[in-house]
């Protein structure tokens, strides 16, 4: 039935609870793919929910090597700040498809979430997003490699701050119940992630609890 949420909202704790799991996975830090310095100090929050993305940009998709991956980050933040006007990069982390993380938008202290720009709320949100246009007309499809990059990063996440991926609960921000990890367009009027990559956002959430609940990375 449209409209009713598939899953039960759980209220959520007033912090911040981490649960033994995931591992962090290999992250190339700012300094690696050369990130410019934020404008302006940065805001944080604490991420109780995950939202994916993707960057809609055929360039990115078309990068062969690391170095042309990490030359398109650069890229990604140089329109979000000298065009959008942001702080800095929007998002937290981005994934190329060869599966490499890069560290976007964040301080290097994994204890703290830096509050991005990537779904019009922000606030109580991390945001990942994936090389690649994910709909029509250009129709990528997600590789193995950067789903398996998404569910070790989100995963990690989540376990890092006690987030079921498998839940729903209320974004307050945006100011409804909404899946813990969601896609772009659950809170906007956009395409984003695209279908080839939302549709696979069910088995993802099962593929990330899994990993949460295993301890044997
Ligand atoms: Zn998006
Ligand atoms: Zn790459």
């Known amino acids: 039935m449209p409209g009713l949420p598939r899953r ?4 959520l704790p007033d912090v911040s609870i981490p649960v033994p799991g995931a591992a962090k996975p290999p992250v190339f830090s700012r300094a690696e793919w050369g990130a410019r310095p934020p404008r ?9 929910h995950i939202g994916l993305h993707h960057t809609a940009t055929v360039e990115d998709w078309a990068a062969i090597t690391w170095e042309e991956c990490a030359a398109r980050v650069r890229a990604i933040q140089t329109y979000h700040i000298d065009t959008q006007g942001w702080n800095d990069i929007g998002y937290a982390y981005v994934v190329c498809k060869h599966g490499h993380v890069f560290q976007a938008r964040e301080d290097d202290d994994d204890s703290t979430d830096v ?3 990537h779904d019009g709320f922000n606030r109580g949100s991390t945001g990942i997003s994936a090389f690649g246009y994910f709909h029509p007309p250009v129709n990528h499809q997600p590789t193995e490699a950067q789903l398996s990059a998404l569910v070790h990063l989100t995963a990690w996440i989540a376990s890092r701050r006690g987030i079921d ?3 729903r609960s209320l974004y ?3 100011g409804s119940p909404v899946d813990n990890v969601y896609g772009h367009r659950d809170v906007s009027a956009t395409a984003c992630p695209g279908d080839n990559l939302y549709g696979r956002m069910e088995a993802l959430r099962a593929a990330i609890k899994d990993r949460t609940l295993r301890r044997l990375y």
């Open 165 to 167: 991926p498998l839940g």
């Open 40 to 48: 302006t100090g940065y805001t944080f929050t604490l991420a109780r």
């Open 8 to 11: 039960a909202v759980v209220p």
């Open 172 to 174: 307050a921000a945006y």
């Open 115 to 117: 509050q991005g720009a």
